[in-house]
């Protein structure tokens, strides 16, 4: 079957399900497979549970009813069809990526745009080579905007993504020492993102920068729009930093935005969706109320009020560079009482002992307030200050927390996802 006639029946379901627990009737199921699942072994229970047809790869399963479709790759499938469909809507995508805030940013931008537009934008960080179609193909001829978020840890899979979504607006929010252990180095890290801003040149298409990121500048000085809040950058100096304690205030046009993100790192995130929305003509208050009406969710820069306690629970995802901007946000904050639990950075290969390190050694300079590092790498830092506990697991911690009241503190919890520090929670 041509991707053609595929459109035409995806046009007549109820929409494209990967997983038979969330079949919808009418829908069209696609039998992806991975290294420890087969998709194709679903395709009679998709069937059973109301499956308009089923996308397989695997001819055992095939049926002569017309039920099924059988093609050479059923992810291959899914992607040419989502981009055969992103290109009948005829609809402008924005597309992000970046090493951290890219998701953050990506609601900023989509809360702006959705008060002037009709906005289709990625479901949480459903972002890579399945995610991607997925969020096009949720997509209709109600959708004014459509914005993507693209995640990567090796190289050449940003230009992929690409290739399926076709954008014609593109922002990268930083290159920081994320995935090293994919991308190889800071150098692999910045080429792989790069890819975003090599397809957009290459198909004579729009992007937005940071003119305030030199490797951002050094990269794309020549080419296209940009923004910044540096002096130097008269276009946009008007965005200004009012406030970061904890929360942030930005103020332009004579508007102040209180958002409920805490953070100097979060300022650069709001200024791309002021940017962003200015480009698209969201008048100033509009752009104002979605950024203030925004709320952090999801680990991410989550403020939580427990008791005499104030939480600062960002444990979504972790890196050396977004650890490094969390610590010294955190820094700078008037709380009195500060206590930081810091658990291990995943994948980042041969440099995740000196990583690891470098963060210990921060938190040594500057005593920031008590702190606890968690995780077999960060159990093996070298510290030398009474107000740093080493635990090798979180069971460790659990027991010294059972023992230990924590009262009237402002708490920073940071980590990459496979800790689960967010359990720290209901520790306290």
Known sequence: MNIQTLHEHFLKSTG???????????????????????????????LDKGAYKVIIDEITYH????????????????????????????????????????????????????????????????????GVPLTLLRMNKETEIGIVEMG??????????CEIAQPDYGYITNFGKAHLEGFGSLDGVVKGKSELYKHLIQNGKYLFMNADDPKQKQILDPYNKKFG?????????????????????????????????IGKYNFTNICAAIIIGQYFEVTSEDIKKGIEEYTPRNNRSQVIEKDS??????????????????????????????IVFLGDMFELG????????????????????????????FSKTKVQNKSITKVESFDKLKKILEDKKITSSTILIKASRGMALERIVGLL
């Not at 990567?152 to 993504?161: F, Q, V």
């Open 16 to 46: 494209i399900c990967t997983d038979t627990r969330e079949i919808e009737k009418g829908s069209i199921f696609v039998a992806l497979k991975g290294e420890n699942f087969n998709g194709n072994k679903f395709t009679q229970e998709a």
């Open 63 to 130: 049926k002569n009813t017309g039920e099924t479709i059988l093609c050479k790759s059923a992810l291959s499938y899914l992607q040419q069809l989502a981009t055969f469909h992103r290109n009948s809507l005829k609809i402008p995508i924005i597309a992000l990526t970046g090493s951290n805030g890219k998701t953050t940013t990506k609601e900023l931008i989509h809360a702006v745009l959705s008060k002037k537009y009709n906005t289709t934008a990625t479901k949480g960080n459903l972002n890579n080579h399945i």
């Open 152 to 161: 990567a840890n090796h190289l050449k899979e940003i230009a992929k993504l």
């Open 229 to 261: 809040f540096s002096e130097s950058n008269q276009e946009f100096s008007n965005i200004k930093l009012k406030a970061c304690d904890p929360y942030v205030k930005a103020s332009f046009n004579n508007v102040t935005i209180a958002s409920k993100l």
């Open 309 to 338: 306690n104030k939480i600062i629970l960002d444990a979504y995802n972790a890196n050396p560079t977004s650890m490094l901007a969390a610590l010294e946000s955190f820094k700078t904050t008037s709380d009195k009482n500060k």
């Open 350 to 377: 041969d440099s995740a002992a000196l990583e690891h390190q470098i963060i210990a050694d921060y938190i040594t300079k500057y005593s920031i307030g008590n702190a606890f590092l968690i995780g077999e790498n």
